[in-house]
């Protein structure tokens, strides 16, 4: 894959998580992005340390957080958190069955896909141990929403 195609593959990925802001609806976006905003803040730091690590590697140069692993963390990463919430907040077992589905599509078919027209492959990690590294803050999410919730519903009984 060549940098330009790259380059607007990213945006594209960008744009439409951003544009599914609109389906999610105001209320919900308030409610869901503090522990989501929290859990992408992990996810960054995480994404250095695999990048630094070479877990992974993208095809193409310069090899950059911004260009590389910046579009995957402000886009799908940051709204499928949200969507997740969103369908299955108050259900722990289908939000745990959403992330294990959406998680082991990420980590399987999109993954063999990306190596497949050079965007990147996985290089210190196999597809299940890529499948853990995401699948693993899931119940971390689902326990941050739930501080907020705790923590607001505490707040308007005072």
């Known amino acids: ?3 330009k195609i790259q380059t607007i593959f990213n945006i594209c990925m960008v744009t439409i998580s951003w544009l599914s802001l609109y389906f999610i609806g105001i209320k919900n976006i308030k409610r869901f992005l503090p522990a989501t905003i929290i859990i992408g803040i992990m996810e960054i730091l995480h994404a250095k340390v695999g990048k630094d690590r070479k877990w992974w590697v993208f095809y193409n140069k310069p090899n950059t957080y911004v260009v590389d692993e910046l579009p995957f963390n402000t886009g799908p990463f940051i709204f499928i958190s949200m969507w997740t919430l969103k ?3 108050g259900n722990f077992k289908k939000f745990m069955l959403i992330n294990a589905l959406i998680h082991a599509f990420f980590a399987f078919p999109y993954t063999f896909a990306a190596k497949k027209l050079k965007y990147y492959t996985l290089v210190r990690f196999n597809n299940i141990q890529f499948f853990i590294y995401f699948f693993m ?3 971390l999410l689902y326990l941050l929403q739930y501080l907020v919730e705790r923590s607001k519903n ?3 009984k005072q």
């Open 137 to 139: 803050k899931a119940p």
């Open 87 to 89: 369908i299955s907040y």
């Open 154 to 156: 505490s707040i308007q």
């Open 1 to 3: 894959m060549s940098f």
